[in-house]
T-cell receptor, first 114, second 112 residues
Framework: NAGVMQNPRHLVRRRGQEARLRCSPM?????VYWYRQLPEEGLKFMVY????????ESGMPKERFSAEFPKEGPSILRIQQVVRGDSAAYFC????????????FGEGSWLTVV | DQQVKQNSPSLSVQEGRISILNCDYT??????FLWYKKYPAEGPTFLIS?????DKNEDGRFTVFLNKSAKHLSLHIVPSQPGDSAVYFC???????????FGKGTRLSVIA
């Protein structure tokens, strides 16, 4: 009964490079959420996806960030041309359904941009 | 525009006493509320939840109280243990395809 799996746990990128963060939801969960936690801040919603669909991306920065959840394989959060301000912990969560349901988080991916 | 507010960034409590963590919300459409606990360098762990049709939910040492008229909820931990030291996040969601909205968290320190 694996939980939400995220990889890599730690990622270091130079400014201008691309970062790809992967998330496999819990078994039986078809809803995936990405949250970001900046230092000394709370959890900020980024994007909510179901298989092959982006349901809500209201929290995603307009440029350089994208997310997908393909029919097969993990959800991927992609950050192009990273800048120092992208350094944060990125958490993925999954749930069976939305509305009135608990979401379960992975261990997080810590991105450091140098 | 913070819809979920945790106004106390930190709280210190002696072991064995009660810890009370507070949370306020502004969106009257919220109907489901949760508390998560987070240790450093780990993901948030679900602790307890409450639906808006209830005003109390209890699970072992943890009890969540909801006051809808005041748009306020609280988490009570009794008795507090050193292992409870962590950051606690309050979260809320509304009906429909809406994601959880989190507060900024309260760091609880339980002193032995």
């Amino acid at each position: 009964n694996a939980g939400v799996m995220q990889n890599p746990r730690h990622l270091v990128r130079r400014r201008g490079q691309e970062a790809r963060l992967r998330c496999s939801p819990m078994k039986g969960h078809s809803h995936v959420y990405w949250y970001r936690q900046l230092p000394e801040e709370g959890l900020k919603f980024m994007v909510y996806l179901q298989k092959e669909n982006i349901i809500d991306e209201s929290g995603m920065p307009k440029e350089r960030f994208s997310a997908e959840f393909p029919k097969e394989g993990p959800s991927i959060l992609r950050i192009q041309q990273v800048v120092r301000g992208d350094s944060a912990a990125y958490f993925c969560a999954s749930s069976e359904r939305t509305s009135g349901n608990t979401i379960y988080f992975g261990e997080g991916s810590w991105l450091t941009v140098v | 525009d913070q819809q979920v507010k945790q106004n106390s960034p930190s709280l210190s409590v002696q072991e064995g006493r009660i810890s009370i963590l507070n949370c306020d919300y502004t969106n009257s459409m919220f109907d489901y509320f949760l508390w998560y606990k987070k240790y450093p360098a780990e993901g948030p762990t679900f602790l307890i939840s409450i639906s808006s049709i209830k005003d109390k939910n209890e699970d072992g040492r943890f009890t969540v109280f909801l006051n809808k008229s005041a748009k306020h909820l609280s988490l009570h931990i009794v008795p507090s243990q050193p292992g409870d030291s962590a950051v606690y996040f309050c979260a809320a969601s509304a009906r429909g395809n809406t994601p959880l909205v989190f507060g900024k968290g309260t760091r609880l320190s339980v002193i032995a």
